[in-house]
């Protein structure tokens, strides 16, 4: 029962922490906010909307899973092109926000890729 204890704290501390850095905006409104692609090193790979950057942690708001691709060759063609292959790709729903703590590339992305990701079907089990 420790670990649930413990599990149950940093959970906790996590919400409290993105509640604190939204709190913390202007309450900017989401089409001044740049469109990023960030590559995690152990969660994978999100687009969405850039709020904070303080170190390896990234706040995205709008957030969408990058989990599987199809249709371009890297993550730096998917951002720059998108993907031409829609139908193959796997990207389950939006989160509201998100709390990424190991950011190791954060890529923008363009206008057209982010027409081309936001048109993939929401890919669910």
């Known amino acids: 029962m420790k670990y649930d204890k413990f599990f149950d704290e940093l959970c906790d501390f996590f ?3 993105i509640k604190k850095i939204e709190e913390e905006e202007d309450k900017e409104n989401i089409s001044n906010l740049d469109y ?7 969660a994978g790979v999100f ?17 969408r899973r990058i989990w599987y691709w199809d249709g ?3 993550l ?7 993907t031409s292959a829609p139908e193959k790709c796997k990207f389950p729903c939006e989160v509201a926000s998100i709390l990424l703590l ?3 590339e ?3 992305i363009s206008d057209k890729a982010k027409l081309s990701i936001k048109s993939v079907a929401i890919w669910s089990a």
């Open 106 to 108: 954060i890529l923008p």
């Open 15 to 17: 919400i409290k922490k």
């Open 76 to 82: 730096s063609q998917l951002a720059t092109d998108g």
């Open 72 to 74: 371009a060759a890297s």
């Open 102 to 104: 190991e950011a190791i």
């Open 36 to 42: 990023v692609m960030v590559r995690t090193y152990s």
């Open 47 to 63: 687009a969405g909307y850039l709020v904070k950057r303080e170190g390896r942690e990234v706040l995205l708001k709008d957030a």
